[in-house]
């Protein structure tokens, strides 16, 4: 790209801003950010904002300006930084008032310098005031750069270390009582200007949020009652600019120890709004009403502490609750939602206040203090949450109503403890009864009951069996709606219903007839597998039925969802039948799935449909360790042994196919789980199939079929051992070899990176003699180094867990005492040999090669290798640090220092310490002209 040019500048904003061609707005864009990136862009963006050019021009001028000093403030000479300031300070008195995109991005730029200049330019706020604060035609500019100022201190993108970042906060706390007079003279000189008065209190949000002195001064100043006047003022924006400002000194209130007198002046007038509040909602206001709800609402949790519940409220917190009762009263569900913030804190000290009470009299009499609060509330819930009676169908799930029941059910959860289950309950079902109660109604009490209020019912319980007549009287002819959370209400009676057989044989009755409805059968699944879950034991009766349902699947068109919590329901029951029942009833259940299986098999068919079913079968026949233990032989292990017949035959047959071994051998994997330790003689026979499959097809599922053989049967004899260490060594060397094939091996199979490294993972931990090899050691921590760079979550996060437990294994719990000498010396030997490659992959993540959602694996690989062998470590830190790579960036010599500092300081803290450590070195080192390269 030759030198680019002021014309060309002004040409290519004006094609992407006039042109309707997307390929010429493309190809003007990308000239425009190649701009960005060269060092001429500073002069072409200074004398374009000098310049008389279009309002296009002179913002894009600003945000390369903005984007330079952020990214590549060195380019710029220490002797010119002043004259760079100068010249912004006169863009920003010139341009700034011509439109608010140009005075955002030049106040933006002007800031980010102000920051970067902290050695030399100790007070930016006085000194822009004094300059631009007495001119009206500077005023919007001035208050821009205002606002955004304490924003910027913790922009990333600044070259700044740590202690910079906080002498700049702490000069700019010092300094900003110079802020608020301003802001006072803007309200008395431009208060009809509205344009002006908006920036001000935006302006004055942005400090508050800041802190610092300017909360001591604001509480004593004319701008609280400025904010107040405006929040019922008829402009909407203004209005909201004001209620911001009052709502973050309202939260920065809740900090008492600093700001002690902020609190104090912010409660009386915030809540003398409550008449404002009940005008605009009996007026039908919604704007005013949101704007004062949000200043009750958060004056109220200011007023939460213990003092609430422990002793006597003061008056004014009185007056809080009312106004949050009045404003939970309102019919506007969004409204209404802002309370539920006070809701949550104010049953929090319920809740802790509560831990304390050892008498259950006592504990009663506490909690009838606030209950009729909690009543309250829950009748505001029940008029909220109820639907429409004119709508005929189903409530969608995306409508806006169906996300505030969400909200709602979440809070009930939550407060439910306060009014306990019976109470709630009884109010809920008396809402459903009298002249003039609907569908609707009757529906949003049932809605609200299965938020857990149902769940939490006691076996003696007399509102159950009212509910459970009920709900068994709603009949074909009620609203779909009412009838879908009918059902869903009788999976909620299941732990009640646990002591009372009678009653889980009626809730069974009804979910078979609701089965019966397509629209009913979702909702009947979920009710049933609630059922089976918590009455399992009572179970035993309807178990045939059951049974019976799951063969049917297929014939009245369940969704694969459906059918798999059907079988896990149907799975829980036959896991807990007494051992002489448990393996018919096994066999009933999957002895068509392995015919199925087996006529796939004949016909070429894809078995994936039935193998799906089959392992989520195996996945929840969670047996309890009780009815096995002492057995000879387990109640599932011929079953099991037939099944896995079956499987051999489906696997050899499909074996090219990845995702047919994959879910085969998924069942694999949670057969042997359910047959524990009685799937020792089937281990050999496993071994030799997924040994044998993975020579000739490389499945990733092979290697965690392993993984379970490792973990279930490693080192619980000589010979097997000996055998799983042979099958691991002779499924490692390919995988070794074809993740090393090709630069791209790795990211082309990450499935295979996770698989192996988590079968090595379960092999140090049980046989670590197995890895601690010359075969299997070297190779897996030279991959571990390799794998430190890929992007793939799961596989990353595995290899770095690997390689803190092998690099560290000599600590471990899982290591004798005796062997730790060992294991420390062939840590240490392979740092020596291979620790280069690792500790460079792990600081180039930090760089930028990998996000930051890595780092802190990375970081724990790193001090790993410290507290290893800490001399080696800190040596090729170094290396890394004095590499070309980073002596190219833009850090300088003593941020070098700095984290070099932390890092050895971080060695001796925790992992938090650690992380913020890493997280200081991306932001210092990272060279962002490099990364917006691609490099």
């Keep these: 790209m030759s030198a680019p040019t002021i014309e060309e500048f002004v040409k290519a904003v004006e094609v992407f801003t006039s042109t309707h061609d997307d390929d010429e707005r493309i190809g003007a864009d990308h000239w425009i950010q190649s701009l960005t990136k060269t060092v001429e862009a500073w002069e072409i963006a200074d004398m374009c904002l000098q310049g008389n050019y279009s309002d296009d021009v002179h913002f894009f001028a600003a945000q390369i300006m903005k984007t330079k000093i952020q990214s590549a403030f060195t380019e710029v000479p220490e002797d010119a930084h002043e004259s760079l300031r100068d010249a912004l300070c006169a863009s920003i008195g010139t341009l700034a008032g011509r439109a608010k995109r140009i005075a955002v991005q030049l106040a933006l730029a002007l800031a980010d310098l102000a920051i970067q200049m902290?050695?030399?330019?100790?007070?930016?706020?006085?000194?822009?005031?004094?300059m631009f604060g007495s001119k009206p035609d500077t005023v919007i500019g001035l208050l821009e750069f205002l606002k955004v100022m304490p924003e910027e201190i913790g922009n990333p993108m600044l070259c700044l270390t740590h202690a910079d970042r906080e002498i700049v906060a702490t000069r700019l706390g010092q300094n900003c009582v110079s802020v608020i007079p301003f802001l006072e003279n803007c309200i008395e000189v431009y208060g009809h200007e509205s344009s002006i008065v908006e920036r001000t209190f935006a302006c004055l949000d942005s400090w508050l949020r800041f802190g610092g002195q300017v909360t001591i001064t604001f509480a004593h100043s004319p701008l609280l009652t400025a904010c107040f006047e405006a929040v019922v003022a008829p402009d909407p924006i203004l209005r909201d600019c004001a209620c911001e400002a009052i709502v973050s000194?309202?939260?920065?209130?809740?900090?008492?120890e600093h700001h002690p007198d902020l609190t104090p002046n912010l409660i009386g007038p915030s809540l003398a709004l409550r008449p404002t509040f009940a005008s605009a909602a009996a007026e039908n206001d919604f704007g005013l009403a949101q704007s004062v709800a949000r200043v009750l609402v958060e004056v109220a949790e200011a007023l939460v502490d213990p003092s609430l519940v422990t002793g006597s409220p003061t008056q004014e917190q009185m007056a809080a609750i009312e106004a949050i009762a009045e404003v939970a009263h309102y019919d506007d569900s969004d409204t209404v939602h802002l309370t539920f913030g006070f809701w949550y804190r104010f049953a929090t000290e319920i809740y802790e206040t509560s831990r304390r009470i050892q008498a259950a009299e006592d504990l009663d009499m506490f909690m009838d203090q606030f209950r009729s609060f909690f009543r309250d509330l829950y009748g505001c819930l029940l008029r909220l949450v109820r639907c429409?009676?004119?709508?005929?169908?189903?409530?969608?799930k995306d409508e806006e109503l169906s996300d505030f029941r969400e909200r709602a059910a979440d809070l009930i959860v939550e407060t439910s403890f306060i009014l306990g289950a019976e109470s709630a309950m009884e109010q809920l079902l008396g809402a459903c009864q009298g002249d003039g109660v609907g569908w609707s109604d009757i529906e949003a009490a049932l809605f609200m009951m299965s938020c857990r209020l149902a769940f939490g019912l006691k076996p003696d319980s007399v509102v159950a069996e009212q509910l459970l007549v009920a709900l068994s009287t709603i009949d074909e002819g009620a609203h779909p709606q009412l009838r879908v959370t009918a059902v869903k209400l009788l999976g909620d009676l299941s732990r009640w219903a646990t002591h009372h057989p009678?009653?889980?044989?009626?809730?069974?009755?009804?979910?078979?007839?609701?089965m019966q409805e397509p629209s009913l059968r979702t909702p009947a699944i979920f009710s049933i597998l609630r059922l089976c879950e918590t009455a399992r034991d009572n179970f035993t009766p309807h178990l045939e039925e059951l049974i019976s349902l799951v063969g049917q699947c297929d014939a009245v068109g369940l969704t694969h969802g459906d059918t798999s919590r059907l079988l896990r329901a149907t799975a829980e029951v036959v896991a807990h039948q007494h051992p002489e029942n448990m393996g018919a009833?096994?066999?009933?259940?999957?002895l068509p799935i392995d015919n199925k299986l087996k006529a796939d098999v004949g016909a070429g068919d894809s078995p994936i449909p039935a193998l799906e079913r089959l392992g989520e079968v195996f996945k929840w026949t969670n047996i309890p360790t009780k009815l096995t233990d002492g057995l000879g032989e387990h109640p599932l292990f011929g079953v099991c042994g037939d099944i896995f017949e079956t499987l051999k035959a489906v696997m050899e047959h499909f074996a090219s196919n990845k995702s047919v071994v994959e879910e085969a051998n998924r069942s694999v994997k949670h057969m042997l789980r359910t047959l524990d330790e009685h799937a020792l003689p089937m281990a050999n026979a496993i071994l030799h199939l997924t040994v044998k499959l993975f020579h000739a097809h490389h499945h990733p599922s092979c290697l965690y079929v392993t993984t379970g053989i490792v973990k279930s049967f490693g080192g619980r004899s000589e010979e097997l051992t000996s055998i799983i260490m042979e099958a691991v060594q002779t499924l490692a060397e390919p995988t070794f070899a074809l993740l090393g094939s090709t630069d791209d091996a790795l990211v082309q199979?990450?499935?295979?990176?996770?698989?192996?490294?988590?079968?090595?993972?379960?092999?140090?931990?049980?046989?670590?003699?197995?890895?601690?090899?010359?075969?299997?050691?070297?190779?897996a921590f030279q991959l571990g180094a390799a794998t430190m760079l890929l992007r793939h979550r799961t596989a990353h996060e595995t290899a770095t867990e690997f390689l803190r437990s092998f690099i560290g294994f000599h600590r471990s719990f899982y290591a004798n005492d005796e062997e730790r000498p060992q294991y420390l010396s062939l840590a240490t030997e392979l740092i020596e040999a291979e620790g280069a490659k690792l500790v460079e992959s792990c600081i180039h993540a930090f760089l930028g090669d990998l996000p930051p959602l890595y780092h802190a694996d990375c970081a724990d690989v790193l001090f790993e290798i410290h507290d290893t062998a800490p001399e080696k470590c800190y040596?090729?830190?170094?290396?890394?640090?004095?590499?070309?790579?980073?002596?190219?960036?833009?850090?300088?010599?003593?941020?070098?220092?700095?984290?070099?500092?932390?890092f050895e300081k971080s060695w001796t803290r925790v992992v938090d310490f650690r992380t913020e450590v890493v997280k200081r070195f991306a932001r210092i080192f990272t060279d962002y002209r490099n990364l917006d390269e691609g490099q």
Excluded at 388 to 396: C, F, K, M, N
Excluded at 502 to 514: D, M, N, T
């Design 118 to 130: 902290w050695q030399v330019w100790e007070a930016p706020t006085e000194d822009l005031i004094g």
């Design 249 to 256: 000194a309202l939260y920065l209130g809740r900090d008492s």
């Design 388 to 396: 429409e009676p004119e709508i005929e169908a189903v409530l969608d």
């Design 875 to 902: 040596e090729l830190v170094r290396a890394v640090l004095e590499s070309e790579r980073l002596t190219n960036c833009r850090a300088t010599e003593a941020q070098q220092v700095e984290f070099l500092q932390g």
């Design 502 to 514: 009678e009653a889980v044989a009626k809730i069974w009755e009804l979910l078979v007839q609701a």
């Design 585 to 590: 009833a096994f066999a009933a259940l999957v």
């Design 749 to 779: 199979h990450p499935e295979l990176v996770d698989d192996l490294f988590r079968l090595l993972l379960q092999t140090l931990r049980i046989i670590p003699a197995a890895v601690y090899t010359a075969e299997l050691g070297v190779p």
